[in-house]
């Protein structure tokens, strides 16, 4: 029992060191080359919304969250982020738009010191294409994607989710325009009607920032396509 208890102790504390700060401060209060910038662009294709996040905080990735004031201000193509601050997050800035995919995602910041940043974070779309609507575990399913080849700083993420659970699958070379799924692979999938989904993302830092660094990242996910997987 107290073997146990020490271990739950542990692991709880290792949890909050991890965690990010919740908590907020205003921007002119701290040291402008310690604040960090974060960009997110996410897209749901099924639901047609794009959800574009820009987050500051002193000190790093897990650092205090800061209320832009004073003359800082952020916007996402040339648009003016809605501030947002909530018990689990802390603030943030966030515009959600219905539509299309909007691919090219200019993110600017203006400090307290009268600092500019310009950073660009990429949506790269990717729906899945799939010659069948019906395979047989003894054949190869060929899983290829619209838009731009796999390439550096991209991770691409196909799921088939069967009646039990989801398998993950992904390239493995820069270049890819396609997976090819073995049926050696295809076993473990339960036979019948699947799901099949990608998740194409992007993450990098930012070209522009304070010398505490930067990050940028993007979340294309996909429409889900049926196929019927027979033994």
Same mark, same amino acid.
């Given at each position: 029992?107290?073997? +146990?208890?020490f271990?739950?102790?542990? #692991?709880?504390?290792?949890?909050?060191?991890?965690?990010?700060?919740n908590?907020?401060?205003? #921007?002119d209060?701290v040291?402008?080359?310690?604040?960090?910038?974060?960009?997110?662009?996410?897209?749901?294709?099924?639901?047609?919304?794009?959800?574009?996040?820009?987050?500051?905080?002193?000190?790093?990735?897990?650092?205090?969250?800061?209320?832009?004031?004073?003359?800082?201000?952020?916007?996402?193509?040339?648009?003016?982020?809605?501030?947002?601050?909530? =018990? +689990?997050?802390?603030?943030?800035y966030?515009?959600?738009?219905?539509?299309k995919?909007?691919?090219?995602?200019?993110?600017?910041?203006?400090?307290?010191?009268?600092?500019? +940043?310009?950073?660009?974070?990429?949506?790269?779309?990717?729906?899945?294409?799939?010659?069948?609507?019906?395979?047989?575990?003894?054949?190869?399913?060929?899983?290829?994607?619209?838009?731009?080849?796999? =390439?550096?700083?991209?991770?691409i993420?196909?799921?088939i989710?069967?009646?039990v659970?989801?398998?993950y =699958?992904?390239?493995?070379?820069?270049?890819?325009?396609?997976?090819?799924?073995?049926p050696?692979?295809?076993?473990?999938?339960?036979a019948?009607?699947?799901?099949?989904?990608?998740?194409?993302?992007?993450?990098?830092?930012?070209?522009?920032?304070?010398?505490?660094?930067?990050?940028? +990242?993007?979340?294309?996910?996909?429409?889900?396509?049926?196929l019927?997987?027979?033994?």
């Amino acid at each position: 029992m107290r073997l +146990f208890l020490f271990s739950a102790i542990a #692991s709880l504390s290792i949890l909050l060191f991890s965690c990010k700060s919740n908590e907020t401060a205003d #921007s002119d209060k701290v040291v402008q080359g310690e604040i960090f910038q974060s960009y997110s662009v996410r897209y749901n294709a099924e639901k047609e919304t794009q959800t574009n996040t820009a987050n500051f905080r002193f000190g790093g990735t897990n650092g205090t969250t800061l209320r832009l004031v004073n003359g800082s201000n952020t916007t996402w193509n040339n648009e003016k982020l809605k501030e947002v601050n909530t =018990f +689990f997050t802390g603030t943030y800035y966030e515009v959600v738009k219905k539509g299309k995919p909007i691919s090219e995602n200019v993110f600017e910041y203006v400090d307290n010191d009268k600092n500019k +940043f310009k950073n660009i974070i990429p949506l790269v779309a990717a729906e899945p294409i799939i010659e069948k609507n019906k395979i047989s575990k003894t054949e190869n399913l060929v899983v290829s994607w619209t838009g731009v080849p796999y =390439f550096n700083n991209d991770n691409i993420i196909i799921s088939i989710k069967d009646s039990v659970k989801t398998h993950y =699958f992904e390239p493995n070379l820069v270049g890819a325009s396609d997976v090819t799924i073995t049926p050696q692979e295809l076993m473990p999938i339960k036979a019948g009607s699947v799901n099949i989904q990608i998740k194409r993302i992007y993450d990098n830092k930012l070209d522009q920032c304070s010398e505490i660094g930067g990050n940028g +990242f993007s979340e294309y996910l996909s429409r889900r396509v049926h196929l019927i997987v027979e033994e």
